[in-house]
Every structure is written in C-alpha cells, then in structure tokens.
C-alpha cells in the first residue's frame, strides 16, 4: 500500500514538474508577446506622428491652394476688365480711323496707347500661366500627400490587426494558464 502511495506520489511529483515547466514556458511566451506588443504601440505611435506631420503639410499645401485659386480668380477679373477695356480701345480706333486724315497726330497718341494695353495684356497672360502652373503644382503634391495620408492609414490599420490578433493570443494563453494552475491547485489539495 505504501508502495502504492509513493508510486502515486512520484507521478503526482513528475506532473507537477511538467505542469510548472509548461507555466514557465508560457511566461516566457508572455513576455515575449508583451514585447512585440510594446514594439507595435511604437510603431503605431511613430506612424501616427508621421501621419500629424503629413496632415499639417496637407493644410499647408492646402492653405497655399487656396491662395492660388484666389489669386486665379483675382487674374481672371483683372483679364476680363482689361478685355472689356481693350474692346473700348478698339472701337475708339475704329473711331480714330475714320478721323485719321484730319487727326494724325490723335490716332499716333492712341496707336501707342493700344500697343501698351497689348503688352500690358501679355504680361497678364504670362501672369495667368504661372498661376496656372503653380495651381497644377499644389494639386499633384496635394494628391501625392493624400496618398501618403492613406498608406500610413493602411499600415495604422494593419498595425492594428496585428495588436488584436496578439491580444487574443495572449488572452488564449493567460487562460490556459489559469485553468492549468487550477488544475494544480485541485491536485495538491
């Protein structure tokens, strides 16, 4: 009988040796999963500072687009009023033209007049294309920034994934391990 006992109580001894081996294992397993974890809040912390950096030159970008489309908008009037003034000029030359016998020296003062306004008309359009070329600019980098906003959304979201996944696996293992120390607890007593 007493053969029995200690037989009984050496299995006894060899699970609860196994049983603590396998706790410690699925410590070490915790630390290391914590590990990751804290890996992957930096990780996520970096990218949502990256992300504020890139929304605040998005405002940037955006505040400057603005400024240019006022100032298109601005351009424009200013093309349209020296149109309006140019039709003027012109029919004020048709008018010098029928005159141009008795007024030589009116229609030279107008010729000169006319030949500024369309100088001062390219110099409106040259003006007109750069603030077009500038508004094309902060369009394409406005796109490539949108772009670089949704990646980091991308990489934030997976990042995510991969914190729930851990997070559950963690859980799983802290549960078995509660049910293994109950488990021991039942024996010893």
Known sequence: MIFLLEKEGEKYG??????????????????????????LQKRIAEAETKLKQQQGLY??????????SKNLIESQEEIAEMKRKFKIMNHQIEQLKEEIQQKDQAYIKEHIEHAKADKEKEGLKND????????TAAESTMKNLEAEVAKLNHIIAEADAERFRQKKEYDI??????ILGTQLIRRND
């Open 128 to 135: 007109l294309m750069r603030v077009k070329k500038q508004v």
């Open 173 to 178: 293992t802290i549960n078995e391990r509660d």
């Open 14 to 39: 060899a699970e609860a040796a196994e049983a603590s081996t396998k706790y410690a294992q699925a410590l070490e397993e915790v630390k290391v999963r914590e590990s990751s974890i804290i890996q």
């Open 59 to 68: 405002e940037a970008v955006r505040s400057d687009r603005n400024l240019y």
